[in-house]
């Protein structure tokens, strides 16, 4: 089967590539209240800033139908490689597939996203993904 982005990178690779290539994008697709609870990546000390658009809405969990517009309005250029988180690494290939579809050249799902999997207390954020790989990221 033909992969439909441009591939899966770890958060080190992804942090690798955002570090070493100026028009690097990370994109966070998780929710809102995502957002504004867990947490998020911080790009500060590279001197970037995260686009933080929902590939769903909260509280159904519906497509974001204006997705793939409000990536294009936030000045990502569909020709640079654009790095898509979610909370484990889910959603984020949907949001890939959708905006490679859209004539996005360079889209890559970063695996276990920001929180990675459960722990065996079922806790997130502790076993793999952004958080508990020690990259940079804040709460509001």
């Excluded at 497509?63 to 936030?74: E, G, I």
């Amino acid at each position: 089967m033909e992969q439909k982005y441009a591939g899966d990178v770890s958060v080190n690779k992804a942090w690798e590539a955002l570090n070493e290539d100026p028009n690097a994008a990370l994109l966070d697709v998780r929710t809102i209240p995502e957002f504004q609870f867990v947490g998020v990546p911080d790009l500060s000390g590279i001197g970037k800033e995260i686009h933080c658009l929902p590939w769903q809405v909260y509280p159904h969990m519906q497509v974001n139908p204006d997705f793939v517009n409000a990536v294009k309005q936030s000045g990502i250029d569909e020709n640079h490689s654009v790095f898509i988180l979610c909370r484990s690494g889910v959603r984020s290939i949907s949001a890939a597939i959708a905006l490679t579809a859209a004539g996005f050249k360079n889209c890559f799902n970063v695996e276990q996203g920001f929180e990675g999997p459960p722990d065996e207390k079922e806790q997130r954020g502790k076993v793999a993904g952004w958080k508990s790989a020690g990259i940079p990221w804040k709460q509001s």
